[in-house]
């Protein structure tokens, strides 16, 4: 562990970016690119098997306020990312699959050239690194899905390898917005069959979603309904997470919930 001033923190933010091979997470209220970050971000544009994860807060009905449209435009460019809001996240943590960094200092351009900021530079080894990461995750796993790209493979060689085609949204917003929410309202893993929030959004429990997330399969065959919990017999998908036969009656029961939030 080591203790870090404003101008270690900005190369370490830098290292973490550059560093990576595998996985990215950012957690900051406030966004505001800096163009040496942006220069490092662009390097992931040709980086598809490598996973950015951006946790963001903080101005609930503007988010634009704590990411602008800019930037989030300039976040769709990845290939292979998702991006979450948390309206009561204060605090910063910025990590890969090596090192990390808990500090004070938001993502935002103000921050990194002006204020007297702080913090501490952790190695994967260390046991602060641990704790943090699975802290984060779980409020990251527990927050509001915003935006998402994946990559697309397509088999080449007689089926024996996957060749990177091209990257989707699964969720897209031409503006921010919440997304549908039923908080409160149960439902099921579709993977497990373990009771879980209902939103068909996200129809996993935390460790399922851990694994499905890695190849983002939204057609993968799935076991449970996510609104009975009956057994689906493969039947049910992240993409459709519902059985057939019980669409109709959940759609009238999510319409009419008093936790129901529609997309703008």
Known sequence: MRFA?????????KDILRSSKKDILIVTPYIKLHQEIKEELKRLESKPK???RILFGKNEHEKNKSLSLKDLQFFKKIPNIEIRFEETLHAKFYCNEKFGTITAMNLHTYSQNNNIECGVII??????YKEALKYFENVYFNSEWYYSR?????????GLLNKYSHSEELVNFKEPSKLISISGK??????????????HKMPYSYDSYIVWVKTSNKKNKENYCHFTGKPSNGLTSFEKPVLSSKWEEYKEKYSTSNFARKVE
């Open 150 to 158: 994946k990559p697309i493979y397509k088999k080449v060689f007689f």
């Open 50 to 52: 490598l996973s950015v």
């Open 5 to 13: 001033t404003r101008e270690i923190l900005n190369k370490s933010l």
């Open 186 to 199: 149960q439902g099921y893993c579709i993977r497990t069959g373990n009771k879980i929030a209902l939103n």
């Open 123 to 128: 190695k994967r080894s260390n046991r602060v």
